[in-house]
């Protein structure tokens, strides 16, 4: 099994090479588990590049993705951030979650995603000139946004977005086979049983199941649950604690999952 398989959506992978080629920076928004990660180490592998990931958190520092000076065994020397180092080694720099990020940490970004491509490391009085193969890649879940949480236009508006979603059904049908080893009369009614519940979200006010959610089910399948069992620990138990919902999912799976071929 190919552990990076990844199958395109739409034109996102298009999308991103032409970012990529035009020294671009680019921003993936979409719900969990719809393949952001995965693109990214996807688009690692096609373009040849190292991918360098940095989970933002609120505690994040400027420092945290620079560097900073540091005491080892009496000398002061400085050490390289995960950002500084993706510039110099000219990688893909991918910063998940990035709105969980405070903004005066990400205005550190900010002349490295217009057309300077340059990082000031004020500290270390040092300025590094990004090669043509550094990219920035940002990524986040618009769901989760909060009113405190927005990224700032002067950010959002540096970046090429692609807004990604769930696949379709028979591409996403072809993902389960390809990660977990499922039959595709498996992987069907899997993703019927997903996509009747994603149909339903108005009536459920909670994020979608995703399509990570689904592979799991998949791999329990694999290894011997029933269907419903998978659908019930890997799709229906973490989407709500909610009994009233609870009960209501599983009677969509039940009727989703009856093997009617
Ligand atoms: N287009 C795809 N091609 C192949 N596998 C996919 C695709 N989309 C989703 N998957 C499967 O779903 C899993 C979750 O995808 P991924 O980790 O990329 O989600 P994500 O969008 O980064 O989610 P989160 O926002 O929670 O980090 C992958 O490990 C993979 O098994
Ligand atoms: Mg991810």
């Given at each position: 099994m190919n552990d990076r398989f990844y199958k395109a959506n739409k034109n996102e992978v298009e999308l991103f090479?032409?970012?990529?080629?035009?020294?671009?920076?680019?921003?993936?928004?979409?719900p969990t588990g719809c393949g952001k990660t995965r693109l990214i180490e996807h688009m690692g592998e096609v373009l040849g590049r190292h991918?360098?990931?940095?989970?933002?958190?609120?505690?994040?520092?400027?420092?945290?993705?620079?560097g900073r000076f540091m005491v080892t065994g009496g000398d002061v020397i400085w050490s390289d951030g995960p950002l500084t180092r993706a510039v110099?080694?000219?990688?893909?720099?991918?910063?998940?979650?990035?709105?969980?990020?405070?903004?005066?940490?990400?205005?550190?970004?900010?002349?490295?995603?217009?057309?300077?491509?340059?990082?000031?490391?004020?500290?270390a009085d040092d300025v590094i000139q990004a090669p043509d193969t550094f990219m920035l890649v940002c990524s986040y879940n618009p769901?989760?946004?909060?009113?405190?949480?927005?990224?700032?236009p002067s950010f959002?508006?540096?970046?090429?977005?692609?807004?990604?979603?769930?696949?379709?059904?028979?591409?996403?049908?072809e993902v389960l086979v390809s990660e977990a080893n499922i039959?595709?009369?498996i992987a069907k009614r899997l993703v019927k049983c997903a996509t009747a519940i994603r149909d339903a979200d108005d009536v459920f006010h909670f994020e979608p199941p995703s399509t990570r959610a689904l592979v799991t089910a998949a791999k329990m399948i694999a290894v011997g649950a029933s269907e419903l069992e998978a659908?019930?620990?890997?799709?229906?138990?973490?989407?709500?604690?909610?009994?009233?919902?609870?009960?209501?999912?599983?009677?969509?799976a039940a009727a989703c999952l009856a093997h009617t071929e």
């Open positions: 090479k032409q970012a990529a080629e035009q020294r671009l920076p680019v921003m993936l928004t979409g991918v360098i990931t940095i989970s933002c958190h609120d505690d994040l520092t400027s420092a945290d993705l620079v110099k080694e000219g990688a893909i720099c991918y910063m998940d979650e990035v709105v969980e990020a405070r903004h005066d940490s990400l205005a550190v970004l900010h002349s490295l995603t217009d057309h300077r491509r340059t990082l000031y490391l004020d500290r769901a989760y946004r909060s009113s405190l949480k927005e990224l700032k959002r508006q540096r970046f090429v977005t692609v807004a990604m979603n769930f696949l379709q059904p028979e591409q996403e049908i039959s595709e009369s659908a019930e620990v890997a799709i229906l138990a973490p989407l709500s604690n909610d009994g009233a919902v609870t009960d209501g999912l599983s009677e969509i």
